[in-house]
């Protein structure tokens, strides 16, 4: 089913309801009969009658003396005092209404309502003989009523509460409450039409299914055709969205596959680096097993430039190794708490023996602290064994190479700095990526740049997962430091 169509349901689904509606309405309010003399007697009337009952129970007993008033013992003391005379307090239960009396003095007499505490009213504050001045809440209306004795003479004020929903009664009111439920079904109908309007208007479902194809193009790899749209709307904002989606797709497919290329010139590029010194060695051992090495010499010599292309083979392999572990997230790293100079010291002769056989000058620490630290030793020798590595591409014969290690708040920071050619500022964003090797430039003695392009990454995962972190700065030409932190324990 197309958006369009199930749209189009739904609407006359939704004007069926609200046409049920209205006719529902329109015949109940054809089935109340509406009170033949509602347009001609006043309200006041009816409060009249509702009060009526009680008024002439309460004049009849004012007539037959029984509150006494025409005596100053009488007007001292009321002889109703706080007893409401049962007859009157039943005849305004029936009515549901109140009844307050006083005497024209304001001196309350009795009050049916439980709430009011006066003894007195202030009869030019509380006395409405109109429902328009008698309202006293939403709920109630307040009118006076004079109470005459048998002379004739205003003997008292009677204080009637009526509430709203006696005097105007449900069945007036309610007329006009479906009147209003039969506007709002029609404004609903003509508002739900005029939406329906516009959408076929503006063509909704068209832009929508235009949309979905353009999905189904990214599901089977298609990210080249764009997703446009004409209009600046809620439409053109998914659209914009949704082309956003599919260059962030495209560069995540573009990086995935640069990535897999640059793992098979790893590979490549290993296998054929590894081809070079294996080829050396068999060549020189096959030297030494002919015969041809004319003294013991020329065969220790022999033994020791087979020993180093051994040792760059083992770097090699320990890389591809360490690559594979880092893919498959299993680098194992192992930190212990240890004397930071019982693991250092070692690291730092093989380094020193390293960079002096190379023909450079190494600068080691005066003294290295001895704080507790969490460390794994080997990983850390892997860490400074490449950073070495990485110096020594970088200078020539003369240059100097320096490690130094002092205690900073919660860490120990080793730091490697070189004299050589430095970084350059195109290459730094790139340095701890994986297979980047700088091929753009050169090294030291103007060759290319050596190595898997794995070395920097693989101290960073190290360094990471030791809880600290690895940074460097450099000046292209003048050389580079790298410095990375230890936790302490």
């Given amino acids: 089913m197309s958006l369009h169509s199930s749209l189009r349901r739904r609407t006359l689904a939704i004007l069926a309801l609200l046409s049920a509606a209205a006719l529902l309405g329109l015949l109940l309010a054809l089935r109340i009969p509406a009170p033949a003399d509602a347009a001609e007697r006043p309200v006041i009337n009816r409060a009249r009658l509702l009060t009526g009952p009680a008024l002439y129970e309460l004049e009849r007993l004012e007539q037959t003396g029984a509150p006494g008033r025409t005596d100053a013992e009488a007007d001292a003391q009321p002889k109703f005092g706080a007893d409401i005379p049962a007859g009157l307090l039943r005849l305004c239960r029936e009515a549901g209404i109140e009844l307050l009396y006083a005497r024209t003095d304001g001196t309350v007499v009795f009050d049916t309502s439980p709430d009011r505490r006066e003894q007195r009213l202030d009869l030019k504050r509380e006395l409405h003989y109109d429902l328009y001045d008698a309202r006293t809440s939403p709920q ?38 479906l009147l209003a439920l039969l506007i709002a079904c029609l404004f609903a109908a003509a508002a739900l039409l005029i939406s329906n309007l516009r959408t076929s208007r503006l063509r909704v479902a068209e832009p929508l299914e235009h949309l979905r194809s353009r999905a189904e193009l990214l599901l089977r790899g298609d990210y080249s055709r764009r997703a446009e749209y004409g209009r600046a709307d809620e439409v053109g904002s998914l659209y914009a969205v949704f082309d956003q989606l599919r260059l962030e797709i495209r560069e995540l497919r573009l990086g995935q596959e640069r990535q897999e290329q640059a793992r098979k010139e790893l590979i490549s590029n290993i296998s054929h680096d590894l081809k070079t010194p294996l080829a050396t060695v068999k060549a020189y051992i096959e030297a030494v097993h002919s015969g041809i090495c ?123 700095t070189d004299s050589g050619s430095g970084i350059r500022p195109e290459d730094m964003p790139f340095v701890f990526e994986r297979y980047f090797r700088g091929e753009d430039g050169a090294n030291a003695s103007g060759g290319p740049v050596e190595g898997s392009g794995l070395g920097l990454s693989i101290c960073k995962q190290i360094v990471e997962d030791h809880g600290g972190a690895i940074s460097f700065r450099s000046l292209h030409g003048q050389g580079t430091e790298f410095r990375f932190t230890v936790p302490l324990a």
């Fill in 294 to 416: 004319p003294d013991m010499d020329r065969v220790k010599e022999y033994m020791e430039i087979a020993r180093l292309h051994t040792d760059k083979m083992r770097q090699l392999i320990d890389d591809l190794l360490l690559h594979a572990l880092n893919g498959l997230g299993r680098i194992s790293v192992e930190p212990r708490e240890c004397y930071s100079r019982d693991v250092l010291n070692p690291i730092l002769r093989s380094a020193a023996h390293r960079v002096e056989s190379s023909g450079r000058i190494f600068e080691g620490p005066a003294e290295i602290p001895n704080p507790l630290i969490t460390a794994d030793a080997v990983r850390l020798e892997q860490v400074v064994s490449n950073l070495l590595s990485n110096a020594l591409k970088h200078t020539r014969t003369g240059d100097r190479i320096g490690l130094s290690v002092e205690e900073i708040p919660g860490a120990l920071r080793i730091s490697l």
């Fill in 140 to 177: 109630t209306y307040t009118i006076a009523f004079p109470v005459a004795s048998d002379s004739g003479a205003q003997s008292g004020i009677a204080l009637f509460t009526l509430q709203t929903s006696a005097l105007f009664p449900a069945a007036s009111r309610l007329p006009p409450l």
